[in-house]
């Protein structure tokens, strides 16, 4: 998901995917075979039923609720598990028992329930209610950029409550632009479409999100980018080291801000003890001219790094964030789904390129 908002007065990349490739992993409704239609609208009933009936528990009822359904799912999950183990052994595995590894893993599915129905359970918000379950850190310096005249860029993670980042964004500061990720389920997309709207904020397509962000930009406006999407693969990809492994990330808010000068502000949600969050805005990044949305797209996720080393549990670790094997590397270094690519190399023969053309070294 990615959004955006606008202020009041106060790709041709690599990897080139076929059309017909995104149409099949993404497919219309009218694509749809006879069985699958079925299940897309088993689906579609499971979820509406849980947007009726989430708003109307308690709170405290929801997280428990989420943490029973996020425990089921890991056990069920023996794919995403195998993911999430994977990449935990790769990041933690000479300092973490494997005792350890398996909760972090498992309260990781926890944390995602909890995110999911808390979004349904946001229908109960309003401007004076929603301050009751956040702390705010460093909205005042967003803000003062903001009334210099500029827009800017907010980068977070798939990290605790991202859903609930964006809608205090709506109530904080001001309603503006949704630009949501496309489902496997066509159904399913009008249903998150209207609880990501809850805030205010209108909602767009992906498709030329690049272009209507950009216009959006150039008119004044502020936007707000996953960096850890999992994106439609035509859209453009960067390489960056996370966690100290190479992995393909959007490039989206590098390249808008190498196309408007506006400051990259990285934002994340950190969990309470006492189950509020605190919604962080860091100090706002610059970078001169020359810098390559390499460095750009690095820096942002090493300012957001940390707190997922603080805190594993409340990142998305079951998905193949490390899926390709770069050349070279020992596949020792990587987790056990990894494999080669010859595009992503070609990604990283790039950006080598552009550093040696800039007078630059790479690691």
Same mark, same amino acid.
């Given at each position: ?6 202020? &009041? ?24 075979? +006879? ?34 359904? $996020? ?7 023996? +794919? ?60 005042? +310096? ?93 859209? &453009? ?25 506006? =400051? ?10 006492? $189950? +509020? ?6 100090? &706002? ?45 020992? =596949?020792?270094?990587? &987790? ?22 800039? $007078?630059?070294?790479?690691?």
């Amino acid at each position: 998901m990615c959004w955006a908002r606008r202020l &009041p007065s106060f790709r041709a990349s690599r990897p080139q995917v076929r059309t017909e490739d995104v149409a099949k992993k993404f497919p219309e409704w009218e694509d749809l075979g +006879r069985w699958a239609r079925v299940r897309c609208r088993l689906e579609y009933g499971g979820l509406a039923l849980v947007a009726r009936v989430a708003p109307k528990l308690s709170w405290a009822m929801l997280r428990r609720l989420a943490w029973v359904l $996020g425990g089921l799912v890991y056990q069920l999950d023996r +794919r995403g598990r195998g993911y999430a183990l994977a990449n935990l052994n790769m990041v933690f595995g000479r300092e973490k028992s494997p005792e350890e590894i398996r909760r972090i893993a498992c309260d990781s599915y926890r944390y995602f329930a909890r995110t999911m129905l808390e979004l349904f359970w946001a229908e109960n918000f309003n401007r004076r209610t929603f301050r009751d379950m956040v702390d705010l850190a460093g909205y005042e +310096r967003s803000r003062d950029v903001c009334y210099e005249g500029n827009g800017v860029i907010g980068v977070c993670a798939h990290y605790a409550n991202f859903e609930w980042l964006s809608l205090t964004g709506g109530f904080e500061v001001t309603q503006g632009i949704i630009v949501t990720q496309r489902f496997r389920n066509p159904l399913l997309g009008a249903v998150f479409d209207r609880l990501r709207a809850s805030g205010g904020h209108r909602i767009i397509p992906q498709k030329h999100s690049l272009l209507a962000t950009l216009r959006h930009l150039k008119g004044g406006g502020s936007i707000g980018i996953l960096t850890d999407l999992q994106l439609d693969p035509r859209h &453009p990809l960067v390489p960056i080291k996370s966690f100290g492994r190479w992995c393909p990330v959007t490039k989206m808010h590098a390249v808008l801000h190498k196309r408007t000068g506006f =400051p990259i502000i990285p934002m994340e949600c950190v969990p309470l003890p006492d $189950g +509020r969050y605190r919604m962080v805005m860091h100090e &706002p990044l610059f970078f001169p001219p020359e810098a390559t949305e390499q460095e750009i797209a690095q820096k942002c996720w090493d300012v957001l790094e940390p707190q997922i080393r603080r805190q594993p549990e409340a990142w998305l670790w079951a998905y193949k964030h490390w899926r390709n094997l770069p050349a070279g590397a020992d =596949p020792a270094d990587y &987790p056990s789904y990894a494999s080669r690519s010859e595009s992503f190399d070609q990604i990283l023969q790039d950006e080598v390129a552009a550093r040696t053309a800039g $007078g630059k070294n790479t690691a």
